[in-house]
């Protein structure tokens, strides 16, 4: 499977943006997806996970309460909807994907066998 990450920018504290993952194949609906990060000078991290069926999601402490994971199967897309943005979030925004059908959310870069090419988000103060 391919990913395609986009959406995103340069917005302000406090701002929104949504980050959509777009996916090749007919399969999508079979994978769990992850969206990771990395900020300049750090090593990736884990951001949010939804599982294939989309009936478990998970979120890093940093974020949960400001951001949410969504899939559209029928768009073959994942979603991160990123409110509420602060400085300390800009990072490369990578999405991934694990073919494992798992029952729990994958929150490990290890488990996760596809990624996309990441896309920019920068928070100003």
């Known amino acids: 499977v391919q990913l395609q990450a986009s959406g995103g920018g340069l917005v302000q504290a406090g701002g929104s943006l949504r980050l959509s993952c777009a996916a090749s194949?007919?399969?999508?609906?079979?994978?769990?997806m992850g969206w990771f990060r990395q900020a300049p000078g750090k090593e990736r991290e884990f951001v949010a996970a939804?599982?294939?069926?989309?009936?478990?999601?998970s979120y890093a402490d940093s974020v949960k309460g400001r951001f949410t994971i969504s899939r559209d199967n029928a768009k073959n897309t994942v979603y991160l909807q990123m409110n509420n943005l602060k400085p300390n979030d800009t990072a490369v925004y990578y999405c991934?994907?694990?073919?494992?059908?798992?029952?729990?959310?994958?929150?490990?870069?290890?488990?996760?066998?596809?990624w996309g090419q990441g896309t920019q988000v920068t928070v100003s103060s």
């Open positions: 194949g007919r399969t999508f609906s079979s994978y769990g």
């Open positions: 991934a994907a694990d073919s494992n059908r798992r029952t729990i959310v994958a929150r490990d870069e290890y488990e996760y066998e596809y």
């Open positions: 939804i599982t294939w069926s989309g009936r478990s999601t």
